[in-house]
T-cell receptor, first 112, second 118 residues
């Protein structure tokens, strides 16, 4: 079963707009990671946020984490056509399988 | 530019045939993962190894799938016999994991092996 669920499943915006994707998870975590997957390619790590952090920035990316609500959001500011991809959140469960478990992903389409 | 290398990139095979997918992890990485991606199930963890020893293969159908690491530079995933429902993209990923927690470490994905079983 998937630990994380992204919302929305699909998002279409215009170049220059901001894109926000949300991730909810079920069990307590040590940290949460976001990955990007271009069509037909492997996943690429974007950013990691630890459970004791609330917000983290990397370039045009901003990630927030609310452990009380078991949710995270990824904001891409000033989006570009090249940002078109699927975005996944990933967590490691505190018990059981100690490997990254991925959510279902958000497909982002940025229209030029 | 270090990367995870997977072969073959694409494979079409007939039901019942054996399929072997290979992965060369990034040099120096001690943990290797196999994931399967389908439209219906998303990304599923099949198995992973630490220092070549299998740590968890509970996500893998045992009757037809097997995963091994003959040496530190090669991981293999074998399906025998293959079935149409095995059609998916199979990703290998590797990472350098220190201690028991992998969650603080980035893992690097290969480009995937696209398998079609007809």
């Amino acid at each position: 079963s998937q630990q994380g669920e992204e919302d929305p499943q699909a998002l279409s915006i215009q170049e220059g707009e901001n894109a926000t994707m949300n991730c909810s998870y079920k069990t307590s975590i040590n940290n949460l990671q976001w990955y990007r997957q271009n069509s037909g390619r492997g996943l690429v790590h974007l950013i990691l946020i630890r459970s004791n952090e609330r917000e983290k920035h990397s370039g045009r990316l901003r990630v927030t984490l609310d452990t009380s609500k078991k949710s995270s959001s990824l904001l891409i500011t000033a989006s570009r056509a090249a940002d078109t991809a699927s975005y996944f959140c990933a967590t490691v469960l505190d018990t059981g399988r100690r490997a990254l478990t991925f959510g279902s992903g958000t497909r982002l389409q940025v229209q030029p | 530019d270090a990367r995870v290398t997977q072969t073959p990139r694409h494979k079409v095979t007939e039901m019942g045939q054996e399929v072997t997918m290979r992965c060369q992890p990034i040099l120096g990485h001690n943990t290797v993962f196999w994931y399967r991606q389908t439209m219906m199930q998303g990304l599923e963890l099949l198995a992973y190894f630490r220092n070549r020893a299998p740590l968890d293969d509970s996500g893998m159908p045992k009757d037809r799938f097997s995963a091994e690491m003959p040496d530190a530079t090669l991981a293999t995933l074998k399906i025998q016999p293959s079935e149409p429902r095995d059609s998916a993209v199979y990703f290998c990923a590797s990472g350098l994991v220190l201690g028991t927690q992998i969650s603080g470490n980035t893992i690097y994905f290969g480009e995937g092996s696209w398998l079609t079983v007809v």
